[in-house]
């Protein structure tokens, strides 16, 4: 899917994207919606289609087709609402598929869809209109004629069933010239997608779990280079506890030495005294959210030994380390 407009920022939260972003006249599009309801009162989500747009289906995830009640209205387009409340839980997410085929004229042109959330059950008039802030909008291009016709004598650019045969293979091979004009996006740690992560990683010599929360994997790869070059220190190490607990992490290290008798012993703080002493020892204390056990499903004492696992990789060889985990 091409990346979304991510609407986490205001009151709802909601995504909306074109399963593609570049058509011909009389194909079919899917507008996909996916959102999230925080709100147990009830919850509308409105969709504007522009002129000259038909709608073939509409699914929601998880919902019989058949019991799946979409309003709809003749306002500058096509207006589409669905009582979200009605089919979801407060905290639950899930996708709406509305499929939509393009009756627009044959000429180069672009075609601007968009989506909110109203708190009220749609009476199709007044201020039921208006987009609020917050609206998700994204847009369509349109092409009357086949990019591939460039290629061919001046000739064949008036012969309709040649634009048309055209067609055919360029939308056959546009995903593919996406790919390929949009590769430097799979290298940018902001804008590769999910399943690219690790391998994006592996290039900065780094291996990451799988329990990882993606968007702060991202953040960690951002920063490769600065955590590579202190790599083994305190700094380090708090760095990537931090980045994958999302809690707060102190560091503190013992660096003394045991005594040893003979003539270049002196007593200062670089003296170790004491049986129950461990120089060379690293102490972690962690302050988790207690979200973190219900994120990776683990038990206290699985997430201890998860982040001890961590530590272990990071600090040096000879090091000994403790760790105390606080939840709240």
Request: glycine share 6%; with cysteine; aromatic share 12%.
């Given at each position: 899917?091409?990346?979304?407009a991510f609407g986490g920022r205001d009151r709802y939260s909601f995504e909306?994207?074109?399963?593609?972003?570049?058509?011909?006249?009389?194909?079919?599009?899917?507008?996909?919606?996916?959102?999230?309801?925080?709100?147990?009162?009830?919850?509308?989500?409105?969709?504007?289609?522009?002129?000259?747009?038909?709608?073939?289906?509409?699914?929601?995830?998880?919902?019989?087709?058949?019991?799946?009640?979409?309003?709809?209205?003749?306002?500058?387009?096509?207006?589409?609402?669905?009582?979200?409340?009605?089919?979801?839980?407060?905290?639950?997410?899930?996708?709406?598929?509305?499929?939509?085929?393009?009756?627009?004229?044959?000429?180069?042109?672009?075609?601007?869809?968009?989506?909110?959330?109203?708190?009220?059950?749609?009476?199709?008039?007044?201020?039921?209109?208006?987009?609020?802030?917050?609206?998700?909008?994204?847009?369509?291009?349109?092409?009357?004629?086949?990019?591939?016709?460039?290629?061919?004598?001046?000739?064949?650019?008036?012969?309709?069933?040649?634009?048309?045969?055209?067609?055919?293979?360029?939308?056959?091979?546009?995903?593919?010239?996406?790919?390929?004009?949009?590769?430097?996006?799979?290298?940018?740690?902001?804008?590769?997608?999910?399943?690219?992560?690790?391998?994006?990683?592996?290039?900065?010599?780094?291996?990451?779990?799988?329990?990882?929360?993606?968007?702060?994997?991202?953040?960690?790869?951002?920063?490769?280079?600065?955590?590579?070059?202190?790599?083994?220190?305190?700094?380090?190490?708090?760095?990537?506890?931090?980045?994958?607990?999302?809690?707060?992490?102190?560091?503190?290290?013992?660096?003394?030495?045991?005594?040893?008798?003979?003539?270049?012993?002196?007593?200062?703080?670089?003296?170790?005294?004491?049986?129950?002493?461990?120089?060379?020892?690293?102490?972690?204390?962690?302050?988790?959210?207690?979200s973190e056990l219900e994120r990776t499903g683990f038990t206290k004492q699985?997430?201890?030994?998860?982040?001890?696992?961590?530590?272990?990789?990071?600090?040096?060889?000879?090091?000994?380390?403790?760790?105390?985990?606080?939840?709240?």
């Open positions: 899917m091409s990346p979304m909306l994207a074109l399963d593609r972003y570049v058509c011909y006249p009389m194909e079919s599009v899917e507008l996909i919606v996916r959102v999230r309801l925080e709100n147990p009162m009830r919850t509308i989500l409105c969709i504007h289609l522009p002129h000259k747009t038909e709608v073939e289906a509409v699914h929601m995830d998880g919902v019989d087709d058949n019991y799946l009640t979409v309003y709809t209205h003749d306002f500058d387009g096509k207006l589409l609402a669905v009582q979200l409340s009605k089919y979801m839980e407060p905290g639950q997410s899930s996708e709406l598929h509305i499929g939509v085929r393009l009756n627009s004229i044959r000429m180069n042109h672009y075609l601007s869809f968009c989506a909110w959330m109203a708190a009220d059950v749609p009476d199709f008039d007044g201020d039921f209109f208006v987009e609020p802030r917050g609206s998700r909008s994204v847009e369509l291009t349109v092409k009357a004629d086949a990019a591939y016709l460039s290629y061919l004598p001046e000739i064949y650019s008036y012969d309709d069933f040649m634009n048309r045969f055209l067609m055919m293979f360029e939308s056959f091979w546009k995903p593919i010239s996406q790919q390929i004009s949009m590769g430097e996006s799979y290298y940018d740690p902001d804008l590769t997608p999910d399943v690219f992560l690790d391998w994006l990683a592996s290039w900065v010599g780094m291996q990451i779990d799988e329990t990882f929360p993606r968007e702060r994997v991202r953040d960690l790869i951002k920063n490769a280079i600065p955590f590579s070059r202190t790599r083994g220190t305190a700094e380090s190490l708090r760095f990537f506890l931090e980045m994958y607990s999302g809690g707060h992490v102190e560091v503190s290290e013992r660096k003394a030495h045991n005594m040893v008798l003979g003539g270049q012993m002196g007593i200062g703080d670089g003296l170790a005294l004491g049986m129950d002493n461990k120089p060379n020892t690293v102490l972690v204390s962690m302050t988790v959210p207690s699985k997430y201890s030994r998860k982040i001890k696992s961590f530590i272990r990789e990071i600090v040096p060889a000879h090091t000994v380390f403790s760790l105390s985990c606080k939840y709240e």
